[in-house]
């Protein structure tokens, strides 16, 4: 699987939309680029994955770049729920699933 | 559907005690993994499987062992317990192959070496 790199971390205002970046730029044409989360002690949530496309569901978008070297994971109005560590992963058909440090996202009030 | 269940939530062990963390799944999948994470850090890979019968090391093995009998289980062993090993422990479970398969996590048990 590719290597991803996110920022450490990221304030965001509540209501406005968060913008999280992740660079996989040796992702290969297989990878699908996947985004968890994990709040406090809990187990990480999935939240959206794509391959080529731009993605949305009722919880994020998912913008990839045409050269699929980046994406960007859009909370549109951010809560303070949101408030988490985020994972971004470029997973194929790699048995293993290893995740990195990810990046902590604050919602601020 | 349960999902991945873990049992147990808590436990307290002294040092050189042994134990067995349980994880079981009834979505009928393939690939199983073991992850722990210290306070403040990201998920670290201990061991996976990708089918009963099949069990590889991840990225922080020892200490620990793994066993697969049947598709649905996947305990995680601890031998002789060190205070290093004081963590949270996730179980998380994915269908085979397809790369769009979403991975489906426990909810955590926490371990205590004293």
């Known amino acids: 699987d590719a290597k991803t790199t996110q920022p450490p971390s990221m304030d965001c205002a509540e209501g406005r939309a968060a913008n999280l970046p992740c660079n996989h730029s040796?992702?290969?044409?297989?990878?699908?680029v996947y985004w968890y989360r994990q709040i406090h002690s809990q187990g990480p949530q999935y939240i959206i994955h794509?391959?080529?496309n731009n993605e949305t569901n009722e919880m994020a978008s998912l913008i990839i770049t045409e050269d699929r070297k980046s994406s960007t994971l859009i909370l549109p109005h951010a809560t303070l729920r949101d408030t988490a560590v985020y994972y971004c992963?470029?997973?194929?058909?790699?048995?293993?699933?290893?995740f990195g440090k990810g990046m902590k996202l604050t919602v601020n009030p | 559907n349960a999902g991945v269940t873990q049992t147990p939530k808590f436990r307290i062990l002294k040092i050189g005690q042994s134990m067995t963390l349980q994880c079981a799944q009834d979505?009928?999948?393939?690939?199983m993994y073991w992850y722990r994470q210290d306070p403040g850090m990201g998920l670290k890979l201990i061991y996976y499987?990708?089918?009963?019968?099949?069990?590889d090391k991840g990225e922080v093995p020892n200490g620990y062992n793994v066993s697969r009998s049947t598709t649905e289980d996947f305990p995680l062993r601890l031998e002789l317990a060190a205070p290093s090993q004081t963590s949270v422990y996730f179980c998380a479970s994915r269908l085979q192959g397809n790369s769009g398969n979403t991975i489906y996590f426990g909810e955590g048990s926490w371990l205590t070496v004293v």
């Open positions: 794509g391959l080529k």
């Open positions: 992963i470029a997973r194929g058909g790699s048995e293993k699933l290893v």
């Open positions: 040796t992702i290969s044409g297989n990878e699908y």
């Open positions: 979505m009928n999948h393939n690939y």
């Open positions: 499987s990708v089918g009963a019968g099949i069990t």
